[in-house]
């Protein structure tokens, strides 16, 4: 009987292999901020340009970030999702080591704006948890995760930075005779941020599967190494060296069968080759930037800059002195016109952020993902891009109220509102944008451009909330900033009308069904599926021993391509489907190349063994 589709199950292990090596990445960001200025004063800047170079520093991270982005995606697309990954942990970790031993202004500078250029993990881990969980149902709690590590990284990260920066000063019995430690005093936080890269490079390099699917068949000594690390802890099989004998023998029947139909190729290899040069060339940007793509791409830019600009301003707006006197002040025409803000202190900011982050991290894995499932991700995007402009629009409005503690509770109500929206809208996004490529092919550059263009969003969003707040506080407008990003969310609350939940690349119902049958019979006779059905890869001429299984990891089964274009075998591809036929009755099995397709269950042509199957 046919597994139902939600029998599926998340790859539990690989996510957490990925969260792992994610989970640096945001203790190292957020770690510097407690610091920064403290920093910058070190290098003899005086106290009234701190807050500018601060900014700057900010400020080119994200814009390296832009410019090294899409060529991250590229490179993830050609070379492989792992080692790409791994590649820019190392230079994270490099680079964060040289922004702790900076020695000047302008070498911290550079050392942060070469973080931010090696920062393009984001849109590659994105991408490969959408080659992970290709399937619709599943996608909404694979998507959280990766956030949820971001979250609690960004939570963990300015707490220990903060404590550990400028350690001989203050922990002079522990670190004051360091000599180390009192020439670079902000080299601590970063040499524990260089700890966890090294932890996750370490797991990804023995635990963590490559999912490009042009890549999958390349062997991986690094896992290797870790299977023979866990080998002592696995349980031994009792029948070990009966499927062992099995196994061999499968193996022996199937190489016969692909040599045969290596043979009956005969002289069209040199044809195959070129097929396959055309199939694994790098995409084209034709193929990148479709419609629902683009319009994928401006919401998730809209979204980037007006949620992060609200963030970063609203620390400014509750640290701001309040309006003392409201009903005699010459400047003051309520309800818009007034410049009043908090005057809560550090402490009590860093509280209701706290809370914040605490009560986002449950939303983000208990009731996001049950919801999205619910109602569908589409359907969730419309109804929390709608709730920003409300939720900017109030903002300024609770400095009116009339108690300090009034004003607390009304932010942090808000704060509460604009936290559900954005942890919603950010996976809600990244899933509607994954599903929107046209092919795998393409994920890794598409998501390398979201990279860039939201890196672009994050140093122009804080730049513009900045420089209103301060014309407005000038003017006796202190709405003027929020209400500009209420009309940035506006018009991100705009775009999701347009756009159109795509199917994805895990293959509809009963393709799935069909496979997961397929799967039971084999189990039950002994066969052993061989991914020859009617693909891209059988259009293609790649069959048998190009995608052959490696370290006992089958082929995944998601859709490797919607549509080709821009070659002269452009053509609507099928998705991926597996085919079997019973051992012992594959001898003449890929005679005829890629035109060796059965025109039904038990109907066969071009040489196919009597019973052997495949699904259009």
């Known amino acids: 009987m046919a597994k139902s589709h939600k029998a599926r199950k998340l790859p539990v292990q690989q996510l957490t292999v990925l969260a792992l090596c994610r989970f640096a990445e945001p203790i190292a960001f957020s770690s510097v901020f407690p610091y920064l200025p403290e920093m910058i004063e070190s290098f003899k800047i005086p106290k009234n340009e701190v807050s500018k170079w601060a900014g700057i520093t900010s400020a080119v991270f994200s814009l390296s970030q832009a410019a090294t982005g899409i060529a991250w995606g590229r490179a993830s697309d050609r070379f492989g999702r792992k080692p790409v990954i791994l590649c820019a942990m190392l230079c994270v970790m490099s680079t964060t080591l040289l922004f702790g031993f900076s020695t000047s202004l302008s070498m911290a500078i550079v050392a942060r704006a070469l973080t931010g250029a090696s920062n393009g993990n984001i849109g590659i881990m994105r991408t490969a948890v959408a ?271 009339p108690t300090p503690l009034a004003q607390q509770i009304g932010m942090f109500a808000i704060m509460l509102v604009k936290c559900w929206a954005v942890i919603f809208a950010f996976p809600c996004t990244t899933i509607l944008l994954t599903n929107s490529a046209v092919s795998l092919r393409v994920l890794g550059t598409l998501n390398g451009v979201a990279t860039s263009i939201s890196a672009v969003g994050r140093a122009a969003g804080p730049a513009i909330a900045g420089w209103t707040f301060t014309v407005g506080v000038s003017k006796g407008y202190v709405i003027l900033p929020w209400w500009i990003l209420a009309g940035f969310s506006l018009l991100g609350a705009i775009a999701p009308w347009w756009l159109v939940e795509m199917e994805g690349f895990g293959g509809d119902e009963s393709d799935n069904e069909a496979e997961e049958t397929l799967r039971d019979e084999n189990e039950q006779v002994g066969t052993n599926p061989i991914d020859m059905g009617h693909s891209p890869l059988a259009e293609h001429g790649l069959m048998g021993d190009d995608f052959a299984i490696i370290d006992g990891d089958p082929p995944k089964p998601p859709r490797l391509s919607k549509t080709l274009s821009n070659t002269s075998e452009a053509k609507h591809f099928h998705p991926l489907r597996r085919m079997s036929s019973p051992i012992g009755q594959r001898k003449n099995l890929g005679r005829g190349g890629s035109d060796c397709l059965s025109n039904g269950l038990g109907q066969t042509r071009s040489g196919f063994g009597a019973g052997g199957s495949s699904y259009h």
């Open 131 to 401: 080659e992970m969980v290709p399937w619709k149902e599943l996608q909404p709690r694979a998507f959280s995760v990766m956030p949820l590590i971001w979250t609690i990284g960004s939570i963990f990260g300015p707490g220990f930075g903060g404590a550990l920066a400028n350690p001989a000063a203050k922990y002079p019995n522990s670190f004051g005779k360091s000599w180390l430690l009192r020439t670079y005093p902000f080299a601590l936080p970063n040499l524990v941020a260089a700890s966890f890269f090294i932890f996750g490079l370490a797991v990804g390099f023995l635990f963590l599967k490559e999912t490009l699917e042009t890549k999958r068949d390349t062997r991986d000594y690094g896992r290797v190494i870790g299977k023979l690390l866990l080998q002592p802890l696995k349980p031994k099989k009792p029948k070990a060296a009966k499927w062992q004998h099995e196994e061999e023998q499968s193996s022996s029947l199937l190489n016969h069968s692909r040599e045969s139909s290596a043979v009956s190729i005969g002289n069209g290899i040199d044809a195959r080759e070129d097929r396959k040069a055309i199939l694994l060339a790098p995409p084209s940007y034709r193929e990148v930037f479709s419609y629902q793509s683009n319009l994928n791409l401006l919401a998730y830019s809209l979204l980037a800059l007006h949620s992060v600009a609200y963030d970063q301003l609203l620390p400014i707006f509750m640290h701001y002195p309040p309006q003392t006197d409201r009903s005699s002040s010459y400047d003051v025409h309520l309800p818009l016109k007034f410049i009043g803000g908090f005057g809560i202190d550090s402490d009590r900011i860093g509280l209701l952020f706290m809370m914040y982050g605490i009560i986002g991290m449950f939303i983000q894995f208990f009731i996001f993902p049950p919801l999205t499932r619910r109602y569908g991700v589409l359907p969730c995007l419309k109804v929390v891009t709608a709730m920003f402009p409300i939720a900017y629009m109030l903002t300024p409005f609770t400095a009116l109220l």
